[in-house]
C-alpha cells in the first residue's frame, strides 16, 4: 500500500513541478516581449531625436537615407539586448519538469511485490 501512496504522490509532484515549468516559461517569454517592446521603443526614440536634429527633410540630404539611419540605430539597439535574449533562450531549454518512471520502479520492486 505504501508503494501506492509513493506513487501517487510522485504523479502529483510531476504535475505540480510541469505547472511551475509552465508558470516560468511564460514569465521568461513575458519578459522576451518586453525587452523587444522596449528595444523597439528606444529605436523610435532615436530616431526620433535625429529627425528633430536634421530637421523635417530627414537625412537623405546628409548622405544617408532614413533607412540606413534606421537599420544602424537597429543594430546598435540591439547589442544589449542580444545577450539578454540569448540568456532567456538558455533558461527556456532548462525549464522542464521530469516525469515520474512508474513502471519501471513497479519493476524494481517485483520481487517485493510479487514475493
Known sequence: ????????????????????????????????????????????KTL??????YG???????????????KRLQEEVEEPFKEKRQSNMDKLKKIKASKPNLLKKMLSRFDDIVG
Open 48 to 53: 526620433a531625436a535625429q529627425r528633430a536634429r
Open 1 to 44: 500500500m505504501s508503494q501506492v501512496v509513493t506513487d501517487v504522490t510522485d504523479v502529483l509532484e510531476y504535475r505540480k513541478s510541469k505547472a511551475e515549468a509552465k508558470s516560468e516559461r511564460k514569465k521568461v517569454l513575458e519578459q522576451m516581449a518586453a525587452d523587444e517592446v522596449a528595444k523597439t521603443n528606444l529605436v523610435k
Open 56 to 70: 523635417a527633410g530627414g537625412m537623405s540630404g546628409r548622405g544617408m537615407t532614413e533607412g540606413a539611419v534606421l
